[in-house]
């Protein structure tokens, strides 16, 4: 669904159906809950569920199938690496056709992955100005490029961390923005994720304890908020 409103509407199409065809208890039990907290949060109380397998080859990560669930819209969309073929098939809503792919090609959760190793097997080709550029598989094959953009602090558990933001910027090419804030001293370790979708929802994630730090009281937890 393109907004709550265009949900909402088909819901109340529902509720109607199911009132007219004698289950008007259901309509305004479950559906009515439903409706509601449609109505008032929108889709901020979605779950998504983001799931990566693969293996470690001399690139780095090689992942095998890519998985991203949203429960709320029954919405599921798959990518399955083959890479004795090196192609790559999508299922789900929007999907491409089957397309080949090169070494080094990541989904967008395992590229999350990739990226420390990448950094610290080459960390000169993260240098502000300089630009890295991935191809990612999640509906096709696409190209990420990343803009370095330079150092900045970033509070993880009230302590103050030096990282390093990398931007994928929207443009005529990149209908989604992905920003990553890269710890060095921690091995690159991305601690912050920010991704943008083309309806301006944002997914904002922030590493909840930096390693070997104690667990904080109330840990942190991904949910989307808007720009």
């Known amino acids: 669904y ?40 929108g889709f901020h109380l979605a779950a998504l569920d983001l799931r990566s397998t693969g293996t470690l080859k001399p690139f780095g990560i090689a992942p095998d199938n890519y998985i991203e669930k949203i429960e709320i819209a029954d919405r599921e969309l798959r990518a399955n690496f083959d890479w004795k073929l090196n192609s790559v098939n999508f299922v789900g809503r929007g999907a491409g056709q089957p397309a080949s792919f090169g070494e080094g090609t990541q989904d967008p959760l395992s590229l999350q992955f990739h990226l420390p190793l990448l950094a610290q097997a080459y960390p000169w080709r993260f240098s502000p100005g300089l630009e890295v550029t991935f ?20 509070r993880i558990d009230g302590t ?46 922030v590493l909840s304890q930096l390693p070997n730090a104690p667990p904080p009281p109330d840990r942190i937890v991904q949910e989307p908020v808007k720009p």
């Open 135 to 154: 191809a990612v598989a999640r509906r096709n094959v696409e190209q990420y490029s990343f803009a370095v953009e330079g150092f900045e602090p970033t």
């Open 2 to 41: 393109a907004s709550p409103d265009a949900f909402d509407a088909d819901l109340a199409t529902i509720g109607a159906s199911l009132a007219s065809h004698g289950a008007a208890t259901l309509a305004g039990d479950r559906l009515a809950t439903l409706r509601f907290a449609v109505r008032a949060f």
């Open 160 to 205: 103050e961390v030096m990282t390093l933001k990398i931007d994928r910027k929207r443009g005529p090419d990149a209908k989604r923005r992905v920003e990553i804030w890269m710890a060095p001293e921690f091995q690159w370790l991305p601690v912050r994720l920010r991704f943008t979708d083309t309806n301006d929802e944002v997914w904002d994630s």
